[in-house]
């Protein structure tokens, strides 16, 4: 009996002091850095513009209009979402996706050309791309991948969306 009591002391006394030995004030918060993005500098009517000229003459009227219409809130939706300040750019996070990213298309410089990478400040657990090119990955998803390999895995998965036009 005695020695529960003084394990469990112990134990108290242990959590007492590592509690004390993290040091939260010194935390930074997560901000952009760096030169700000052409994706967030360029007007929605311009990226708008340059995507509808993709869309290919030879589908049917109907169609095209059907196209055209999506084209129109997806990049104005999009374009909230980036001025939102949630989406970060520059910072450590984001730093780091794109190293993973480098490494996956080392052998494909036109392709990760075309990619950009950034964290979305949300715990959700999810990443998606858009179809000019955008990887967005949440802070949730980050947070719960247990190494580099899972990361690159969800990049991968989010690349194969954007080659395939999904």
Avoid: W
């Amino acid at each position: 009996m005695l020695l529960k009591k003084i394990f469990l002391a112990i134990v108290v006394m242990l959590f007492s002091i590592s509690l004390r030995a993290q040091e939260f004030n010194n935390y930074k918060r997560l901000k952009c850095e760096g030169p700000v993005p052409k994706d967030f500098t360029m007007l929605a009517s311009d990226k708008y513009k340059l995507s509808k000229n993709q869309i290919a003459d030879s589908i049917a009227k109907k169609d095209k209009k059907v196209e055209e219409d999506f084209l129109h809130f997806s990049v104005y939706d999009l374009d909230d979402l980036l001025l939102s300040g949630q989406v970060l750019f520059g910072d450590t996070v984001t730093k780091y996706l794109n190293h993973v990213l480098d490494n996956i298309l080392v052998n494909n410089k036109p392709l990760r050309d075309s990619l950009r990478i950034y964290t979305m400040r949300t715990d959700e657990v999810n990443a998606f791309t858009t179809n000019d090119g955008i990887i967005l990955v949440t802070m949730g998803l980050v947070s719960q991948v247990d190494n580099e390999a899972e990361l690159a895995f969800v990049l991968c998965h989010e690349i194969q969306h954007f080659t395939h036009h999904h």
